[in-house]
């Protein structure tokens, strides 16, 4: 008797947890202005480039964003410098040095003076990472399998 | 009720999805022949279904994810998972950040496996700083606390880490971590406490004729273990990556409260964590981009486990007087294809698993295949 009862107020809890959680995320959701962006990814301008790490460092790059992992490349053929916006911090799971190499594809933009690029897709130690689809949506508004274990904490 | 619920949660599902930066739907279809992890070699197909939303709010990001696996031959073990949680990171320098995330998690299983829904909490706190250009200091944080509907297993756990990574001119990294993790039982044991399985096919269904037997002198509710990992990684080229990688876990002090530990594939199982065991695992792993820029893994794991506190069995289940000791060996393969709003994924697992207690003494082969998309809202900033 007393685990039919058991029974029966789990699942309600379960619904009740669901709904909870839905609860509380559209509440959270609600009402929410969307923020201007400074720069887009502008496809026009894609442009892809093979060369060695020379600095690391975590950047505010948007208004009231977190901030983001932002590596300054040396090409390898023109020794040309580009600032190189990967991601938010806390998506990107691999570990930069100086001195590793890197291969980007991404859209160039010049802002005082600098190169810059909004990564879409590195190749890093053997592995293809899309932070951006091919129109310049971010991949991190959005899970994957990676992510998951991020939120873990194994990635940062 | 239960059409309510349906009904309720398509709504604010949709509602929600339209209001998120992102919603992102997967499914996984897994095929084993040894779904329990024994001698007994169960065949099961699971199928995966699962779904994820996230917003951003300013420097906090909220995320609720939920999944329903499904076990063909034992679908009295399938359960739903729900989870939502936000995290925050907090830059001290352009060189360093801390990362918080705090994460709600509930899990409810069908009759077989009632016993083990669980609801939890989860604080991780982590710190990454750059000492140099060359070499990263990570430390982690973390505290998990868990309730299940069988409150015997109810326990708190901890634990800390801290790593050190070097990366060399010779495209070479070396990495070393050594973690200290706690766990507390919440309930004291008692010598009356027995679980038995719902007996759906008897001993040799593949699976024993109990879960549990909470040992009659468990001294102290705790357990504390220490590990050390190493890892040497190789770049070759800009298509291939290689990595050896090692682990030493010793226990500290306290031993199993179980007579047996169990693992399931793909099911999580409370007699088995990280702190069930002491012992060392080696593994090498090389990554491919082959044409089509496809990404191969391919790995190998050998490890060698023993169970404190919990004693060998024959197969009619009596104690043998040795603790339990399995040597496992794995090779496991995995491709991943990705598209600009999907990726295709397909693995194989091999794992031969030798023990001292024949009951787990097994093989058996693992294959999954799966597809993620994701459709994104808000802009392209």
């Not at chain 2, 409150?151 to 971590?177: H, I, N, P």
């Not at chain 2, 693992?366 to 392209?380: H, Q, R, Y």
Request: hydrophobic content about 35%; charged content about 25%.
């Amino acid at each position: 008797m007393e685990y039919v009862f058991w029974r029966k107020e789990m699942k309600k809890g379960l619904s009740l947890f669901i709904m909870f959680c839905f609860l509380g995320f559209w509440s959270l959701t609600f009402g929410q202005e969307p923020q201007k962006p400074l720069h887009f990814y502008n496809v026009d301008t894609e442009k892809k480039i093979k060369g060695t790490i020379q600095e690391i460092i975590m950047e505010p790059r948007y208004k009231d964003t977190s901030p983001f992992l932002i590596i300054r490349l040396e090409e390898k053929k023109t020794h040309q410098k580009f600032i190189v916006e990967i991601s938010p911090v806390r998506f990107f799971t691999h570990d930069f040095h100086k001195g590793e190499e890197l291969e980007v594809v991404g859209s160039l933009y010049s802002k005082e003076g600098s190169q810059n690029i909004i990564a879409r897709q590195i190749r890093f130690r053997g592995e293809i990472i899309i932070l951006r689809d091919k129109r310049g949506f971010p991949a991190w508004r959005g899970s994957d399998m990676k992510q998951k274990k991020r939120r873990k904490g194994k990635g940062f | 009720m239960r059409k309510l619920s349906i009904y309720v949660f398509s709504i604010l599902f949709l509602s929600v999805s339209l209001k998120a930066d992102s919603f992102s739907f997967s499914f996984f279809q897994n095929m084993t022949d040894n779904i329990f992890q024994n001698r007994y070699s169960a065949q099961d197909k699971l199928s995966h279904l699962g779904f994820y939303i996230d917003k951003d709010f300013s420097k906090i990001s909220v995320f609720t994810e939920g999944s329903y696996s499904y076990l063909f031959e034992n679908p009295s073990l399938a359960y739903y998972l729900q989870d939502v949680g936000l995290d925050y990171l907090h830059p001290v320098s352009d060189k360093a950040a801390f990362y918080f995330s705090l994460i709600g998690q509930g899990v409810f299983y069908r009759s077989d496996y009632e016993d083990f829904n669980s609801l939890s909490l989860n604080f991780l706190a982590a710190f990454k700083t750059y000492l140099s250009q060359t070499s990263i200091l990570k430390s982690n944080y973390s505290l998990d606390y868990r309730s299940f509907r069988y409150s015997l297993f109810d326990f708190v756990s901890q634990g800390l880490s801290l790593s050190f990574d070097k990366y060399f001119q010779t495209r070479t990294t070396l990495k070393s971590e050594i973690n200290w993790g706690l766990k507390y039982f919440l309930h004291p044991y008692s010598s009356q406490e027995v679980i038995l399985v719902e007996d759906s096919g008897g001993h040799h269904s593949g699976r024993r004729s109990y879960l549990f037997v909470p040992r009659t002198q468990f001294e102290g509710q705790s357990i504390q273990v220490f590990s050390f990992n190493g890892l040497i990684a190789q770049g070759i080229g800009g298509n291939v990556g290689f990595n050896i990688s090692g682990m030493k876990q010793w226990y500290l002090s306290g031993e199993n409260p179980f007579t047996s530990v169990e693992e399931f594939y793909m099911v999580e199982n409370p007699s088995y964590d990280r702190f069930a065991w002491a012992g060392y695992q080696l593994g090498a792993q090389i990554t491919l981009l082959i044409p089509w820029n496809i990404e191969l893994k391919i790995g190998y794991t050998m490890a060698d486990k023993e169970f404190p506190g919990v004693e060998s069995m024959n197969l009619e289940e009596e104690l043998l007087g040795v603790t339990r000791e399995d040597r496992r060996r794995t090779f496991e393969t995995r491709l991943e294809k990705n598209f600009p709003r999907f990726s295709l994924f397909l693995s194989y697992a091999y794992v031969d698993n030798n023990s001292n207690d024949p009951f787990f003494d097994w093989h058996g082969n693992f294959f999954s295949a799966g597809i993620e998309w994701n459709m994104f809202f808000g802009e392209k900033k």
